[in-house]
């Protein structure tokens, strides 16, 4: 991106000690692992350093050895790095999985209204008909990645289905803001705030799919993505903390400043590729960089959050420890800013 001044080695630096210090993590197959490694996975992609490839793999290896739990909405996240080291090792053991995941999602996920995704973090009915932000990022992200590998057109159009009816449900119209669920039984989004989090997987995984999918602007569908990333990225901006950061709750001046959130969503920025966006970005590499202690964790990073009742849920959740998603996120975001200047983003449109 043209005018985004920044420090490669320092950079390159910051992601070789992200994703070192990652490794040392004892994460099972779940949500904050995938994130984790789609984080190292895009620090290998942009970088091409074997080292990223070779950490992932051989802990890769040594799960699947273990044996792998049942799948849910949540567990489908770790099949982004599963893609990676496919394509890079051409290993089918890795792209069983990975079907073994689209099998899951296709035939077996719960579902509500119109073929919607329920969001699942286990083998029970953990929240009926319910749509979180999150099921962007864990499972239509992941099914459009295979859909066009594949060439296939049924996966890539339930994926962007996922899309059309998260938007649907979790974006505000007024602000361009998303909420962070949708309780299609009761009809609300339940406490109703604008969860900081939830808006980095909505606009992060939305700026992917015009970068990846051929011929993007054929599918009716995508322009609703377009849209509705445009509006959020628009209201967003204007919630930047002077220290080019977003809080946890984005508009609640008394929440905390939330590092994995102000990831994603500026690694939406970059994605998006809007020269306009640039002072915003700037901001943020700042921000973030400066929260990165020198061991490679990425501090004030929220746990992990259900829908919470009210706004004293969200503000006290602790921001004191090493989180797999943080982690991720921030490696996605650094790798994006080196790779700034190849991105393919969707144009005009």
């Known amino acids: 991106m043209a005018g985004l001044e920044f420090d490669k080695k320092e950079i390159e630096d910051l992601i070789e000690k992200i994703a070192v210090r990652t490794m040392?993590?004892?994460?099972?197959?779940?949500?904050?692992?995938?994130v984790a490694y789609y984080g190292?996975?895009?620090?290998?992609?942009?970088?091409?350093?074997?080292?990223?490839?070779?950490?992932?793999?051989?802990?890769?290896?040594?799960?699947?050895?273990?044996?792998?739990?049942?799948?849910?909405?949540?567990?489908?996240?770790?099949?982004?790095?599963?893609?990676?080291?496919?394509?890079?090792?051409?290993?089918?053991?890795?792209?069983?999985?990975?079907?073994?995941?689209?099998?899951?999602?296709?035939?077996?996920?719960?579902r509500f209204g119109d073929s919607v995704l329920q969001h699942t973090v286990s083998s029970k009915n953990d929240f009926p008909e319910q749509a979180w932000a999150d099921t962007l990022f864990m499972a239509a992200y992941f099914l459009l990645r295979v859909g066009v590998k594949l060439k296939d057109e049924e996966l890539i159009n339930d994926a962007l289905n996922q899309y059309y009816w998260h938007i649907k449900y979790l974006q505000d119209q007024e602000t361009g803001l998303w909420?962070?669920?949708?309780?299609?039984?009761?009809?609300?989004?339940?406490?109703?705030?604008?969860?900081g989090r939830a808006n980095a997987w909505a606009s992060y995984t939305m700026s992917r799919v015009g970068s990846i999918l051929p011929e993007c602007y054929l599918y009716p569908k995508y322009m609703?993505?377009?849209?509705?990333?445009?509006?959020?990225?628009?209201a967003l901006k204007l919630l930047q903390t002077e220290?080019?950061?977003?809080?946890?709750?984005?508009?609640?001046?008394?929440?905390?400043?939330?590092?994995?959130?102000?990831?994603?969503?500026?690694?939406?920025?970059?994605?998006?590729?809007?020269?306009?966006?640039i002072k915003y970005i700037s901001r943020a590499v700042k921000g973030i960089t400066g929260r990165i202690s020198p061991d490679g964790r990425?501090?004030?990073?929220?746990?992990?959050?259900?829908?919470?009742?009210?706004?004293?849920?969200?503000?006290?959740?602790?921001k004191d420890w090493i989180q797999g998603w943080g982690q991720g996120l921030a490696l996605t975001f650094l790798a994006g800013v080196l790779d700034c200047g190849n991105s393919r983003n969707d144009g005009a449109l």
């Open 179 to 195: 909420y962070h669920g949708y309780n299609n039984i009761t009809k609300d989004h339940m406490s109703g705030f604008y969860w």
């Open 298 to 318: 990425v501090l004030d990073v929220s746990g992990g959050t259900a829908v919470m009742k009210d706004k004293e849920g969200y503000r006290n959740i602790s």
């Open 40 to 110: 190292i996975s895009r620090a290998f992609e942009v970088t091409g350093s074997e080292k990223y490839l070779n950490l992932m793999k051989d802990r890769i290896d040594e799960y699947m050895e273990l044996g792998l739990p049942v799948w849910t909405v949540n567990t489908c996240a770790m099949g982004h790095c599963l893609i990676t080291l496919y394509e890079a090792t051409q290993d089918e053991k890795y792209w069983e999985v990975v079907m073994s995941k689209v099998d899951y999602i296709r035939n077996h996920a719960l």
């Open 24 to 34: 040392r993590m004892d994460m099972t197959w779940d949500w904050p692992c995938g």
């Open 224 to 234: 609703d993505i377009v849209g509705s990333l445009e509006e959020q990225l628009a």
């Open 243 to 277: 220290n080019g950061l977003w809080r946890t709750i984005l508009d609640d001046e008394e929440s905390y400043e939330e590092v994995s959130a102000s990831c994603g969503i500026a690694a939406a920025m970059l994605q998006k590729g809007n020269p306009l966006h």
